[in-house]
């Protein structure tokens, strides 16, 4: 599971390096190696471990391909999915340059773990999300865990 919040900066050749306490919680093992990168919701992009793609990519190929917002989401989704077979020895991974520029990230960022996947955000965009939402989270908590569906799981 990741978890956190990181701050660090893209070098001139796109590398960023991945949190150490993010590396050190997957076991490659289950896991595997790598990961997949693509373009993530909000202006961020979400970076997967491969056995977590591999549940997301199940489900994405649920919908139907008669579905033509079905469609519109997986072709660009998957267009702009990439493999990275490892980090670096210095746990660097080299973020595609049309991917930077879909999430209009410059040269800070910040990285978080968000449970199974780990997203990247140009840090002025991350500030601005964070501002807008902060203050609604109770809100949002009590909407969400009013469903039926979280009732149970916080019982």
């Given at each position: 599971m990741f978890t956190?919040?990181?701050?660090?900066t893209i070098d001139d050749k796109n590398r960023l390096a991945i949190p150490a306490p993010l590396r050190d919680s997957i076991d490659i093992e289950t896991e595997g190696k790598g990961f997949y990168i693509t373009r993530g919701l909000d202006d961020c992009l979400f970076l997967y471990t491969p056995k977590v793609w591999q549940n997301v990519v199940s489900k994405i190929e649920q919908?139907?391909?008669t579905n033509k917002k079905a469609?519109?989401?997986q072709r660009l989704f998957f267009s702009k999915a990439q493999k990275i077979p490892d980090y670096d020895p210095q746990g660097r991974?080299?973020?595609p340059q049309y991917l930077k520029d879909l999430a209009?990230?410059?040269k800070s960022v910040v990285i978080l773990g968000i449970s199974s996947r780990i997203e990247i955000w140009d840090e002025e965009?991350?500030?601005r999300f964070e501002l807008e939402h902060e203050e609604t989270f109770e809100?949002?908590?009590e909407d969400l865990f009013r469903l039926d569906h979280f009732s149970s799981a916080t019982e």
């Open positions: 956190g919040e990181y701050h660090h919908l139907s391909f469609r519109q989401f991974i080299l973020i209009k990230i410059r965009t991350w500030k809100e949002i908590a």
